[in-house]
């Protein structure tokens, strides 16, 4: 009889763990199956903006090579360069590797709170209707909605964002294989099972760090990890927290060293400028814009409209400024908010309520979301302020606070839990539908552009790429307008200068009127030194051509006598002045324009006077 009774117990246990394990499959399944319904428009997206920086496998070697000492990016990089050797420049295949790891990082998210959950729940609470739902909703809709969110397109469908999804798939593993390895140490597993889960953890981290800085987080995560899923009880270890401040200073270290040489003053140096990318603006105004920004990310995680590439958001100067204080006590509120869910957990935990799990993993989700977002929406000044991909690994974070929290209020009885996963159903239908949607957008480069000057009309970058684009498919007259604007926010601008020039080659009657300035330029394209005077010249000539082709003569006229006085010695400007004071009838204007044209060649300008004599 006792045989009989362990074998059925045996039997009960192996069908429980198979059934558990036949859900996970089942939940993972839907998971995966939605990330690619959702991404499934976008393997054939073109090399988009900065992808032409890794569109072509010499300028990935040359970035190996170049600076492999100084950047925290090489696996990436590395991963690049493989996408070159097995199938060239052909998009499919990056996208590919793309969406795979974009898949991995959702299935590692959803085996990571499960982990989580189970740590928390023990063996007390494990079997109770609320503590099923519990351990199997929030996992899956955390990563169900991850994985679908339209946020998400700017880390996956831009291709150069690999950095950024790359460094989240390894960040998320070495978290995960930390938990299994605590776990596996609290339930007094094998020593080597542990020391192989805790190696494999360090191994990732470090890759995490050599794909993007902003795995420079991950120590701070462990932490939090320690703290909120076991209590704290390893932070009393001196090792692990000369382990962590080791695994800290990776990056920091590698900056500093790149930056400055030995000595104090260069150490400084070194310390500031390993810190910043913008040398423009100040570290306060970078962290003032921030809890500005910081509000943006959070309202896009709740509402993914108007999303953008490239956001034209103003920089803030002053605290005391309406948007900033009201953004800084949005965030205090925040934080303040998992500092009681924390605290608040601990009650429900004594009164061994399931409930303490949801207020701790809510608060746990909190921290997630401001600690991943240290990196680049802190002190650290970056050129460009605000970025959808930098949500990626924060947004894992923000994703389980809300699933968490609403799981308090679904979890209560069987109708409520129906409804929970009715919900989950139709929120990420929206949002598939919302991230197939965007892509489209990415599809076309165009496309891409024309909707990102709708959301950032004044931005001289964006408006500079959308007449890159125009003159891509051959529509000049629609370039000129936005390359015009584009000068008038930024004058001095090389890349929009360079790109009237490219403008005019489009324009048959533009043709022998103008330099398009690429005799003044070097192989890198930039403006060769001795003759920046000659192209400014140019340039200002060439202005002027396109608003005289655009019916603007008096700014025309102004343009071309700013381009005749920096050079007088070239001809172009002289040949247009004629042309255009032909055109408005002032003959004196135009003899004196045609007389320094014989200076500098009489054949031609005897050809402009006999035309301009016809023409009378």
């Not at 246990?13 to 394990?21: A, D, E, G, P, Q």
């Not at 809890?291 to 995680?301: C, E, G, K, M, S």
């Not at 934080?335 to 957990?345: C, D, G, N, P, Q």
């Amino acid at each position: 009889m006792r045989i009989t009774g362990l074998n059925r117990l045996k039997d009960r246990f192996l069908y429980k763990v198979f059934n558990r394990n036949h859900k996970h499959i089942f939940l993972l399944a839907i998971v995966l199956l939605t990330g690619m319904v959702a991404y499934a428009n976008s393997l054939n997206v073109p090399f988009q903006f900065d992808d032409r920086g890794i569109s072509n496998k010499t300028q990935v070697l040359n970035r190996l090579y170049s600076v492999y000492s100084k950047t925290a990016r090489q696996v990436t990089d590395s991963s690049f360069l493989l996408n070159h050797y097995i199938h060239g420049n052909n998009v499919l295949g990056f996208h590919l590797l793309n969406l795979m790891i974009h898949l991995c990082c959702a299935v590692i998210m959803y085996f990571l709170i499960s982990a989580s959950i189970h740590a928390l729940v023990g063996d007390e609470l494990a079997e109770s209707e609320e503590s099923r739902f519990i351990q199997q909703f929030i996992p899956f809709a955390s990563a169900l909605i991850f994985v679908c969110h339209p946020v998400q397109t700017q880390a996956v469908t831009y291709i150069v964002q690999r950095y950024t999804s790359l460094a989240t798939l390894f960040y998320l593993l070495s978290m995960l294989m930390y938990l299994n390895a605590r776990i596996c140490h609290v339930n007094g597993s094998s020593r080597v099972h542990v020391l192989l889960a805790g190696i494999v953890s360090a191994i990732s981290g470090l890759l995490a760090m050599r794909c993007k800085e902003i795995a420079f987080t991950l120590p701070l995560m462990l932490i939090i990890v320690e703290m909120f899923v076991f209590h704290g009880r390893l932070l009393r270890s001196k090792t692990f927290l000369a382990g962590l401040a080791v695994l800290l200073m990776i990056i920091p270290a590698q900056q500093i060293l790149c930056h400055g040489n030995p000595g104090i003053n260069d150490l400084i140096y070194g310390i500031d400028r390993g810190t910043r990318e913008e040398l423009t603006y100040s570290r306060v105004d970078y962290l003032l814009t921030q809890f500005r920004v910081v509000v943006t990310y959070i309202r896009l995680l709740l509402l993914p409209v108007n999303q953008n590439l490239d956001y034209d958001y103003p920089l803030q100067k002053a605290f005391f400024t309406l948007p900033v204080i009201s953004s800084l006590i949005f965030h205090i509120f925040m934080l303040s908010s998992a500092a009681f869910m924390f605290f608040k957990s601990r009650v429900y935990l004594k009164d061994r309520h399931i409930k303490w799990v949801c207020f701790r993993l809510c608060s746990f989700g909190i921290a997630w979301f401001y600690t991943t977002l240290l990196v680049e929406s802190s002190i650290i000044p970056i050129v460009d302020v605000i970025f959808e991909h930098r949500l990626y690994l924060p947004s894992i974070g923000f994703i389980l606070a809300v699933a968490s929290a609403s799981v308090g209020y679904f979890a209560q009885s069987e109708s409520t839990r129906k409804r929970a996963w009715i919900t989950l159903s139709i929120i990420c239908l929206v949002l598939t539908t919302a991230t197939i949607r965007r892509n489209t957008v990415w599809n076309d480069e165009l496309r891409l552009w024309e909707d990102t000057a709708s959301k950032s009309p004044y931005k001289p970058r964006v408006l500079n790429n959308l007449a890159t684009s125009y003159l891509n498919k051959h529509k000049p007259e629609k370039a000129a307008a936005p390359l015009l604007r584009a000068l008038d926010r930024e004058p001095g601008s090389t890349e929009s200068l360079n790109n009237i020039g490219l403008l005019l080659d489009q324009i048959p009657q533009a043709k022998g009127r103008y330099n398009n300035g690429t005799k003044f330029l070097k192989e890198d394209k930039s403006v060769d030194i001795r003759l920046i005077t000659l192209w400014y010249a140019n340039t200002r000539n060439n202005i002027g051509l396109v608003h005289e082709l655009n019916g603007d003569l008096a700014k025309a006229l102004k343009y071309y006598e700013e381009a005749a006085g920096l050079a007088p010695g070239e001809e172009m400007a002289w040949l247009n002045l004629a042309f255009l004071s032909a055109q408005n009838g002032n003959n004196l204007k135009a003899a004196e324009a045609l007389n320094k044209l014989r200076y500098i060649n009489p054949p031609r300008a005897k050809n402009i006077e006999s035309y301009l004599n016809r023409n009378q």
